[in-house]
């Protein structure tokens, strides 16, 4: 235990401004999605763009493309949450349907395998496996988020989990930290977010 508590205090003192900066928005991008607040966007924007430079540091490359298509989901979920049926109104969350259950699906299988390739035939990442596993998951997560689905959260916390000793692996101790506090917060945006809808439900 003494150890573990010595390696994780000597990772945090090495840990980078940028890392920092960047966990701060990332939790704070979090917060307001659980709030269902549209403010998620900007401040996501800011995390994700930072690490892009971390991840390409790290070689956790499926992880960089996976910011950069965050950043993108950013832009489209900021102007799908304020826009409904292509007017300015604000969207309600909603569940997935079954045919954006049968797109998870084979959005899941299709990521899994497209970057398994390229990360264990094309990079010189050291974790193919777990890498592509989190990453899928991530972009149906965001995707979903995008949409304002509700199984969003579901996806954000199975990848949390993964994610967690994947980054203290990596030496990004702050973070492995961060997802911990992700974890905890997409738990309750859960449970939020199917408060809210099911109050929406019975107020129609």
Known sequence: MTDILHIFLQNLQNSSLIESIAVLFGILSVWFARKENILVFPTGIVSVLLYIFICIDVKLYADMGINAFYF????????????????????????????????????????????????????DSNVPIIDSITTSIFLVAMWLMARKKVENWTFWIIGDIISIPLYTYKGLVLTSFQFIIFLILAIMGLIEWRRRINSNSENV
């Open 72 to 123: 993108l989901m950013s832009v489209y979920g900021w102007y799908n949450w304020t826009h409904k049926n292509g007017e300015n109104e604000e969207r309600e969350i909603s569940r997935t349907t079954k045919k954006e259950k049968l797109i998870i699906v084979a959005a899941l299988i299709s990521f899994f395998i497209a970057l398994f390739y390229i990360l264990s035939q094309h990079t």
